[in-house]
């Protein structure tokens, strides 16, 4: 069975797995596929292709990245949330979009975290950044252990003359309305996340980011994949295939910029995980 919009051959999840974490760069959800109509109900549809997907592949957790809509309408998020409840009723969900508003739904950047019914009942927290960066969900466990899912989207280098709506330039304006010295997106994304994720590190906590880096991670010299490692955060792709090499998680690049990181003590709880094909 092929999910239309996402050009994705669904799979089940394996049998005895307690949480089935997913996750993907939407690359934007048109605004048009919002409306609740007969039509807007089609398979096409970009947003009924992510629910589909979630019922499909049995998702528990998911986060998506780059969603481009402008999550502090009201109405956005009835939207979206009223058409994935159709495939997952009682999910739960954290969201994130950048203060700035344009005339449309449509925002640059943005992330969600999705819940399913199920693990609902665990959440205690919902987190959500201002710029639009990150968006996570706390679950409780036992014992008095957490564990929190972060889903984050970094912004890629643009022309802020030329692409004055860019999820870039618009960083840059909320930056500098606050007179940060610093307007760099990268450079406060790296050192605004690391503040946030030292929030939730903990001996009985858990963390997981996963999303859209726009950075070879991997790379000996990237700052921020060191700095992460020295916090305890794995690839849990490549602590699980050491062997395997590194390959593009963007059709028109050459390097792996998407990721999922987990804190150390997650490791022995990660049974299967797998990148999925994309064309």
Same mark, same amino acid.
């Given at each position: 069975?092929?999910?239309?919009?996402?050009?994705?051959?669904?799979?089940?999840?394996?049998?005895?797995?307690?949480?089935?974490?997913?996750?993907?760069?939407?690359?934007?959800?048109? #605004?048009?596929?919002?409306?609740?109509?007969?039509?807007? *109900?089609?398979? &096409?549809?970009?947003? +009924?292709?992510? !629910?589909?997907? /979630?019922?499909?592949?049995?998702?528990?957790?998911?986060?998506?990245?780059?969603?481009?809509?402008?999550?502090?309408?009201?109405?956005?998020?009835?939207?979206?949330?009223?058409?994935?409840?159709?495939?997952?009723?009682?999910?739960?969900?954290?969201?994130?979009?950048?203060?700035?508003?344009?005339?449309?739904?449509?925002?640059?950047?943005?992330?969600?975290?999705?819940? #399913?019914?199920?693990?609902?009942?665990?959440?205690?927290? *919902?987190?959500? &950044?201002?710029?639009? +960066?990150?968006? !996570?969900?706390? /679950?409780?466990?036992?014992?008095?252990?957490?564990?929190?899912?972060?889903?984050?989207?970094?912004?890629?280098?643009?022309?802020?003359?030329?692409?004055?709506?860019?999820?870039?330039?618009?960083?840059?304006?909320?930056?500098?309305?606050?007179?940060?010295?610093?307007?760099?997106?990268?450079?406060?994304?790296?050192?605004?996340?690391?503040?946030?994720?030292?929030?939730?590190?903990?001996?009985?906590?858990?963390?997981?980011?996963?999303?859209?880096?726009?950075?070879?991670? +991997?790379?000996?010299?990237?700052?921020?994949?060191?700095?992460?490692?020295?916090?305890?955060?794995?690839?849990?792709?490549?602590?699980?295939?050491?062997?395997?090499?590194?390959?593009?998680?963007?059709?028109?690049?050459?390097?792996?910029?998407?990721?999922?990181?987990?804190?150390?003590?997650?490791?022995?709880?990660?049974?299967?995980?797998?990148?999925?094909?994309?064309?």
């Amino acid at each position: 069975k092929m999910n239309d919009a996402l050009r994705d051959n669904f799979s089940t999840k394996i049998a005895n797995i307690i949480c089935w974490l997913f996750y993907i760069n939407v690359n934007g959800i048109p #605004n048009y596929n919002l409306p609740l109509t007969n039509q807007s *109900r089609s398979n &096409d549809n970009k947003l +009924r292709s992510l !629910g589909q997907q /979630f019922d499909a592949k049995e998702i528990d957790i998911a986060g998506y990245s780059e969603t481009s809509l402008d999550w502090l309408s009201p109405n956005v998020r009835y939207q979206f949330e009223s058409h994935i409840s159709d495939f997952s009723p009682g999910s739960v969900f954290a969201t994130s979009s950048s203060a700035i508003h344009y005339d449309t739904p449509w925002q640059p950047g943005g992330c969600v975290t999705s819940a #399913n019914r199920q693990w609902s009942t665990r959440l205690v927290a *919902r987190h959500s &950044d201002r710029y639009g +960066r990150w968006s !996570g969900l706390s /679950f409780k466990g036992k014992d008095g252990y957490m564990c929190n899912i972060i889903t984050i989207y970094n912004a890629t280098l643009s022309d802020t003359i030329r692409s004055t709506r860019s999820t870039h330039a618009q960083l840059r304006a909320m930056y500098s309305a606050e007179g940060r010295t610093n307007l760099d997106p990268s450079t406060n994304f790296s050192l605004d996340l690391l503040s946030f994720l030292a929030t939730l590190t903990s001996d009985k906590s858990g963390v997981v980011v996963m999303g859209d880096f726009n950075l070879n991670l +991997r790379d000996p010299s990237s700052r921020l994949g060191n700095k992460l490692a020295n916090i305890g955060l794995v690839d849990i792709h490549q602590y699980q295939f050491p062997d395997l090499p590194p390959f593009n998680t963007y059709a028109r690049g050459s390097k792996q910029i998407d990721y999922i990181l987990m804190s150390t003590n997650l490791l022995p709880f990660v049974s299967h995980c797998g990148i999925e094909a994309f064309k």
